[in-house]
């Protein structure tokens, strides 16, 4: 292949490409630029105080459920065991007494959102959504309590267990859509393997090689014309 052809090869490739290579240099450069604990929100989580030496929980009381899991956990309001069904679900159960609690409140949810919160900002409403209708920053197939703040950052409270599923700030909302740009899927933003993707790799990385053989041609051509 001559190298005017090579070359006419790479601009209509770097044409091609060029969108998604500055989108994609763009959302990384942003992802990089922030602490990802920053944009989890770290900062913003309460550490809860352990678990009193000496203390002997009550077992908790059980439903005619094949158990996944049982773990004991310090909430805001207290020690609770959480009980993790095999059919997904989850309840939760008060370590002191074993009793299974209801479902968690629009106002318990407000005060654990509180409780699981380091910081000041006033809460600004409260939400509850069902596992089918799970807020698209939330990513989870569970019914949760949706406690916002004043800037706009939100607390996710498992509406069965009271734990506390995620925090997601406004810069944690902008990282996602970065995410979706770097992955080329602002639908799901979880897809990393699609044949848009791969296609646009495939080509920028034969343009980069176009690039080179046509760096090492005329760096030939150059010594060539050198020599004689």
Same mark, same amino acid.
């Given at each position: 292949?001559?190298?005017?052809?090579?070359?006419?090869?790479?601009?209509?490739?770097?044409?091609?490409?060029?969108?998604?290579?500055?989108?994609?240099?763009? %959302?990384?450069?942003?992802?990089?630029?922030? +602490?990802?604990?920053?944009?989890?929100?770290?900062?913003?989580?309460?550490?809860? +105080?352990?678990?009193?030496?000496?203390?002997?929980?009550?077992? +908790?009381?059980?439903?005619?459920?094949?158990?996944?899991?049982?773990?004991?956990?310090?909430?805001?309001?207290?020690?609770?065991?959480?009980?993790?069904?095999?059919?997904?679900?989850?309840?939760?159960?008060?370590?002191?007494?074993?009793?299974?609690?209801?479902?968690?409140? &629009?106002?318990?949810?407000?005060?654990?959102?509180?409780?699981?919160?380091?910081?000041?900002?006033?809460?600004?409403?409260?939400?509850?959504?069902?596992?089918?209708? %799970?807020? =698209?920053?939330?990513?989870?197939?569970?019914?949760?309590?949706?406690?916002?703040?004043?800037?706009?950052?939100? =607390?996710?409270?498992? &509406?069965?267990?009271?734990?506390?599923?995620?925090?997601?700030?406004?810069?944690?909302?902008? =990282?996602? =859509?970065?995410?979706?740009?770097?992955?080329?899927?602002?639908?799901?933003?979880?897809?990393? %393997?699609?044949?848009?993707?791969?296609?646009?790799?495939?080509?920028?990385?034969?343009?980069?090689?176009?690039?080179? &053989?046509?760096?090492?041609?005329?760096?030939?051509?150059?010594?060539? %014309?050198?020599?004689?």
């Amino acid at each position: 292949m001559k190298y005017s052809s090579l070359h006419r090869w790479h601009i209509w490739l770097g044409w091609l490409v060029g969108v998604p290579l500055i989108l994609w240099t763009l %959302s990384g450069l942003f992802m990089v630029l922030i +602490p990802i604990e920053d944009i989890r929100g770290e900062h913003l989580r309460a550490e809860m +105080p352990p678990i009193e030496a000496g203390f002997e929980p009550a077992l +908790p009381a059980m439903e005619v459920r094949a158990v996944k899991t049982l773990t004991l956990e310090q909430q805001p309001s207290g020690p609770a065991w959480i009980i993790a069904y095999h059919d997904g679900g989850k309840r939760r159960a008060d370590a002191r007494t074993g009793a299974l609690l209801p479902p968690v409140t &629009a106002i318990e949810a407000r005060s654990l959102a509180a409780g699981y919160y380091n910081g000041n900002m006033p809460i600004t409403s409260v939400w509850h959504f069902p596992a089918d209708q %799970s807020p =698209f920053d939330l990513r989870r197939d569970r019914p949760s309590w949706q406690v916002s703040l004043k800037d706009n950052t939100r =607390f996710y409270i498992d &509406a069965d267990s009271g734990q506390l599923m995620a925090v997601r700030t406004p810069r944690w909302r902008i =990282f996602d =859509f970065m995410w979706g740009l770097h992955i080329m899927d602002l639908q799901t933003r979880e897809d990393t %393997s699609h044949p848009i993707l791969i296609g646009f790799a495939a080509i920028s990385l034969l343009a980069l090689l176009l690039a080179f &053989a046509m760096q090492i041609w005329r760096q030939k051509r150059a010594k060539r %014309s050198r020599n004689s």
